[in-house]
């Protein structure tokens, strides 16, 4: 090890090395130089039993950051900083409520936004009343109640067994109210927002699930069916085009919210 400790220190772009946890053929520990360190590769830094790592001791080794802040040693200060995502403070300690940290709609990109920007971004969603309209009183408890009446019904009809409507039955007293809120939709020209609906531990979570369950294989029969982007590549590479093809793509607008319900209830009803 003070072999390989002592190289580290005498290459200046070496912050971290690992060290073979066994000899090799020659009985010598193998030691790897690296570029960096666990601390600004976090998502690169595994356990192993093949090595054991080693880094510089920095006020990061006890992992101040809180709030999934990321820690970065300043080695010459003997110090550290945080990267703080929705917090601040030293530490990421205090809670920043003037600003929002979402991912964006599309992608992996992290989009930083006002609290007033994004209000604003799902108030101008709302405020579309032909596919919104404010409600005198929450609907949870009674949409609770329809979903418990619905599985009673489909028990006594025979349609699903005891075992079924357990599971739907496993849901939160009182339940839970579901979240509305937007990812930006940064690969678009103007800059909008997509509207979402966190339904966890809502009153038809447990239900959707079911049906989603039940129409899933009728999806995948369809010829339009692609189950993700590799599939989508795969169709490309092995599709023969006729010559002069012209390629086109078309994007609907709102798409979810301009599915008439009742039609698409009975579309699925008769493929089913």
Known sequence: MPEC???????????????????????????????????NNSDKFVHTRIFHHFSIATPCSSWPCKNRGKCLPLYRENNYKCLCKGF?????????KTIIVKKADKGTTTV??????KI??????????????????????????????????MLTEGHIDEMTVK???????????????????????????????SGCDGPTERISCFVDRLIQPIAQ??????????????FIENTKL????????????????????EEGITTVCKAY
Request: net charge negative; glycine share 2%.
């Open 5 to 39: 400790s002592f190289a580290c220190l005498d290459t200046p772009s070496c912050f971290s090395f690992n060290l073979g946890a066994v000899p090799d053929v020659n009985d010598r520990f193998p030691c790897e130089l690296l570029p960096s360190d666990k601390y």
């Open 88 to 96: 601040k403070g030293k530490n990421c300690e205090i809670d920043d």
């Open 112 to 117: 930083i936004m006002s609290r007033e920007q």
């Open 120 to 153: 604003k971004e799902g108030q101008i969603l709302l405020n579309d009343l032909d596919n919104y309209r404010p409600l005198e009183k929450q609907m949870a408890d009674e949409t609770a109640e329809k979903v418990k009446q619905l599985t009673t019904s």
């Open 167 to 197: 599971w739907l039955s496993q849901t939160s007293n009182p339940p839970r109210i579901p979240d509305f809120y937007t990812l930006r939709k940064i690969h678009k020209p103007t800059l909008v927002g997509r509207p979402m609906i």
């Open 221 to 234: 029969q369809e010829e339009s069916y692609l189950k993700d982007s590799k599939d989508f590549i795969n």
């Open 242 to 261: 006729p010559m002069n093809t012209i390629l086109t793509s078309m994007d609907v607008t709102s798409l979810y919210t301009n599915i008439p319900q």
